[in-house]
């Protein structure tokens, strides 16, 4: 296999049906650039859609990998290791109260974990089993297994998969009337994402976000905040929670987590993570040794100060530069940090995401109308202007 068709080929024949067929093999990563099989470059605008945070094959990730790998590699959850203790270390501290950690391989997983969690605490309040209603917002995104879908607002992503095991009531998000008007005293959880990522680039409003807080708290419910996309630096902080002032009581994060490797986390107040006794839930790959050693890093260098500040200023740049461009085409640029939505006038995404990795950029047409860009958090302002002087061409093509 050579070229980037032959690929595409293998893929169609091999392949599961779930995908679409990709169009380009990319064969190795450095920093914010790709190549494909047949050496054409790309700026990664999308970065394995929110994972790679601090760029490909990053050197501090690699050594932490390469030194891991040829020490240990896999321990099960029998026995306890160093990366993994120090990484929930470290989350205790960013969480900032008294809390534990559950790991697994993904964001998916980490929803099922903060469900089932969900279901003990509802359980310990009302043995009768008339307190397991889960809230969740329309549009959101939470994964693919069962329980994770069972609370995506998105008839797209659910429909022929059902019946779940979950009730779930949706609330338009950012809607206080209607959230309120879902609630009740059956409700176990509210689930809510900060910024809906895959819901094409929705931010959460402080109003909103506070209330979610707020109503959980009357009805004796928790508040699960969903940052596996919108978590580890994305948006500016760790968590994006910390922008709203919110103290959420469960928190699950995974996509940039590692850098790049499998990983998922719950993080709990210690409270409510006593609800799981011990051979309530497991994971055999979870808390990996490697993918916490990665991720040892990760947290180090997307916690420090003056790097966030950076993402911050640089977004702001990048946000602002498009907007004054006053391009017809652009009606709007969503963002949070280093994560944006290119809101449309038309349904042109697709043709846009195809233009524009033909010019040699990676962006994904997360709705018809929306390109969401989440770029690792280190990419250069340089490189940031290059997709401004292109994305004139890109929109009129
Ligand atoms: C907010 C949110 N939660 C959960 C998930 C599921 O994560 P994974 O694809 O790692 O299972 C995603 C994935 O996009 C997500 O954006």
């Known amino acids: ?20 067929v990709p169009t380009i093999a990319i064969r190795n990563g450095e920093g914010s650039y790709v190549w494909d099989v047949e050496d ?5 605008l999308l970065g394995g859609i929110a994972v790679s945070v601090i760029g490909h094959c990053h050197p501090l990730v690699v050594a932490a990998i390469t030194e891991q790998a040829s020490k240990l590699l896999h321990t099960s959850n029998l026995y306890a290791h160093e990366p993994a203790l120090d990484l929930a270390k470290k989350f205790t501290k960013l969480f900032g109260r008294d809390s534990k950690v559950f790991f697994c391989q993904d964001g998916a997983t980490a929803i099922e974990a903060a469900l089932k969690l969900v279901r003990k605490y509802g359980y310990g309040v009302k043995p009768d089993g008339t307190k397991q209603v889960i809230v969740a917002m329309h549009n959101g995104f939470h994964g693919r297994t069962s329980g994770a879908l069972s609370i995506t607002g998105n008839a ?10 979950y009730e779930v009531r949706f609330a338009d998000f950012n809607d206080v009337a209607s959230l309120e008007s879902v609630m009740g005293a059956d409700v176990a959880a509210v689930v809510v994402e900060p910024v809906q990522g895959e819901g094409g680039m929705n931010v959460g409003t402080t109003e909103f976000l506070n209330s979610c807080q707020r109503l959980a708290k009357k009805f004796q419910a ?6 596996v996309q919108s978590g580890v630096g994305r948006t500016g902080s760790f968590f994006n929670f910390t922008q709203h002032n919110l103290q959420p009581d469960i928190v699950t994060l995974a996509k940039g987590l590692a850098g790049g490797l ?8 210690t409270e409510i ?24 890093v990760v947290v180090d260098v997307v916690t420090d100060k003056a790097f966030s500040e950076n993402v911050v200023e640089l977004a702001n740049w990048f ?11 652009i009606k709007a640029v969503n963002y949070s940090g280093m994560w944006f939505g290119i809101e449309l006038n038309s349904d042109s995404a697709a043709t846009i995401t195809k233009s524009a990795t033909k010019h040699g950029f990676l962006v994904n047409a997360v709705k018809p109308n929306v390109l969401r860009l989440a770029p690792a958090l280190n990419i ?8 401004l002087d292109i994305l004139p061409k890109l929109v009129t093509q």
Do not use: C
């Not at 054409?40 to 990664?44: A, Q, R």
């Not at 797209?156 to 095991?165: C, I, L, Q, V």
């Open 222 to 227: 928790l508040l699960v905040v969903d940052e």
């Open 273 to 296: 993570a006593q609800n799981f006794a011990p051979g309530d839930h497991g994971s055999t790959f979870g808390g990996n040794p490697v993918s916490t050693a990665a991720a040892n």
């Open 40 to 44: 054409k470059k790309y700026l990664d």
């Open 156 to 165: 797209a992503k659910r429909d022929g998969f059902g019946p779940f095991g």
């Open 319 to 329: 946000a602002n530069s498009i907007m004054q461009m006053k391009l017809p085409q």
């Open 262 to 269: 499998p990983i998922g986390a719950v993080i709990a107040t």
């Open 1 to 20: 296999m050579k070229t980037n068709a032959d690929f595409s080929q293998v893929w169609d024949h091999q392949m599961m049906t779930n995908y679409s």
């Open 380 to 387: 250069s302002r340089e490189q940031l202007q290059s997709f």
